[in-house]
Every structure is written in structure tokens, then in C-alpha cells.
């Protein structure tokens, strides 16, 4: 029997990047996959192709997906992304770049092309600590999703192997992901965080993702390469 | 306070047709939405206009997404649909037409835009009676569904309102959602359900879902106006 395979999300950030090195050095397989979802940060996809070289993985799917035509989000629309001038605490509630639905959308992509490569892992980078206004990235949301997958499937329904959603860095703090990610050898300097980057990719330092990233290196006690 | 609203998943075929006159039927105000998912009958998506125009509804939806670029599936893929010339039993076991994670992939993107618009009904057409060798047809599949849209969403956290997946078909036999659908004004003539119709939209009448079609209008003691 050959490795067991692992569909990996990956949007070319610096959480699904670090989750991508914890599949590898966990053994698996990697079928990597990007969703290409009408994004305003493009750069994302870019990123993503730039950390499949770095880790020398043959294949790569980008399924295209264009949620902007459902609307809804900052990070699909025409909707100005907040900016935090003054470095406040993140606001509570969920916020306006919450995309509806889209980890349940990106889930069931990941589990339909789980289901033709015959894999019954997914990886993604979700993180309930930092991001908890996002009601897709608790770990009840993960849990359920992965109950409808086994009920969703061929796989789930013949029962010969369960889908398992693994969601390594949902209890961690930013910093340590970032120092898990340097042990396993990720390269920050070509994973892309900003929501509003500027016209040539370079992060906006002041909109949520920047805010987070930044305080992340800051609390691993080291410096962001992209800054 | 206006009508509740549902988002209504149309594919143009008997059972969606009748899925969306039963919701209309019970008073929601309708959100059809259809998904182009690069299917080889495309004539699908003409249906699903045209019972939109019958109907007279004034918005539909159609939500473009590439599921032939994961493939495996004879319903987007090259592969053959299976032909039953000698109109035997329909055979056990999950058929080559399955897409995989189909129906968790459109209530997905179903339950994004319910968000979208407020709404926090959505009616998808299954029957588990016909189709048991699907397993994303089962009611246990769908329950879980709605569990897990719950809480994925801004809705379903905030509690304010619960998401409800309507399936009223799930239980009925062809020849009785043919019946009720008559009742309701569908007009079969402008349905489409065959997996692999002629050049010219006609239905070839030897794939699975032609011969339950076949059957349902039998068995109502009707006949079909597509033949």
C-alpha cells in the first residue's frame, strides 16, 4: 500500500501554507488545491503556485469559483475592506470580509475531488483563535462538516474509509503557527496575507490579516520577510 | 413583515420543477437558483429558464461552476451513460452518472447565497425512493446538512433564525410527484430529465433517469408530453 492522500487547501496564506507542511511532514500524499473564488487578492493564487514549487509537489488543482456573482463579502465586492489606522483590538461580531458560506463551499470542493483521487483526508488551515468572528472556523462547524461528508459519499455510505477533515492549527496562536511553519521549512517571504494589497502585491499593513501577521511575527519574536 | 423567502435549487428537470411549485405552492417568495456545472445536458439549463418564464418568476440565478475539471462522473465527464435497453431493473449500488459530493456542493453554494439574501429556506428536489444508490439523496445526508449550515452562518450562530432545507419529494414515488406537480400547473412538456439526449434536446429514453420518468408517467396513468 502506498502513502494515504491528503487534499490540501491551500489560498496561498501564511495559515494554509503552515497547514500544508504539517500534511507533508505527517507523511501524507499531497494533492494540493486552490480555489480561485473571484478574489480581489489575486496574489493569493500566485502565492499558492510559488509554495507548491518550494515544496516540490508535482500536481496542483485551481478550481474556479466565481462567488463574486453571489456577492455578500468585502473580499468578493465592491465593499471598502475596514481598515484599523490605530492598531485597536479587533472588533467582535463577524466581519464584513466574511465570505457566507465559503468554508462550507471550499469543504465540499475539497470533498468532491477527495472522492475522484479516492482520499479520504482534507487539510485546511482554519484557526478559531484568531478569527472567531468567522462562524466557518470552529471546530463545532468542523466536526458536522466532516459527519455530512461520511453521509455525503461513496467513500462515508460503503464505509471502507471515513473522510477524516484535519484542521491542524485550529487551537493555536498565530505565533506558534508561524514557528511551527519555519521548523517544517515553510518560506514565509512567498505566502500573501493582505485582504487590499496594493497595486503590486505588497501588503496594506493595515486591514485585519496584516494586523494579525504582523502581531504574530511580533509575539514569535521575529520579523515578517514580506515586510 | 413580506413572504418568507427560499432559495430553491432548479435543474430543469421533473423532480426540481416539482420542488419549485410546491415552494411556490407554499407561499415563499422564490430565489431559483441553478447550477451550471458543465453537465453534458445542458439542455438542463433551458428548462430551468423556461419554468422560470411558465412560472413567471423575475429573478433566477444561474451560478456558473467547472465540476467537470475534478471529472469523475459519466454525467460531466467522457465516459458513457449507462443505457438500459432491455428495461430491466434499475441495478443496485451507486451508479457511474453520481457526481461526487454533488448535492453537498450545491446546498453549499445554495446556502451562500441564502445568506446573501436573507433567506433561510432552501428546497432542493431529492427523492431517496428513486435514486437510494445515491447517497446524497438520503434523508440522513440532508438532516446533517442542515445541521452543519446552522453553524456555519452568520444566521445560524446568531440564532436569529434557523436555516431549513426542504426536501418534500424525498419520500414520494414518481408517479406521485408527477401527479402533485400537475396539480400545481408544472408543465412537463418544458422539463428535462434525460442524462444523455440527442443532438436535438430529445431524450433518448434508455439512461436510468428516462426510464423512471417513463415509469412515474405510467404509473400515474398519464403520459409524458416529451415523448
Redesign the interface.
Known sequence: MGKEKAVVLLSGGLDSATALAIAIQSGFKILPLTIDYGQKHIWEIESSKNLIRHFKISSH?V?????S????SALTDDIEVPKNRNNEEISEG?PIT????????F???A???A??KNANHIFIGVNAIDYSGY??C?P??IQ??E???N????M???GFRKIKIHTPLIDMEKSSIIKTGIELGVDYSITHSCYDPKSDGKPCKECDACILRLKGFEEAGLKDPLI
Open positions: 488543482k478550481f474556479k469559483l466565481d462567488l456573482s453571489i456577492g455578500g463577524i466574511y465570505v457566507p458560506a465559503r468554508n462550507t463551499i469543504l465540499s470542493i470533498l468532491g475531488y472522492e475522484v462562524p466557518d470552529r463545532e462547524f458536522s462538516f459527519t455530512t461528508a453521509l455525503a459519499t461513496k462515508g455510505v460503503e
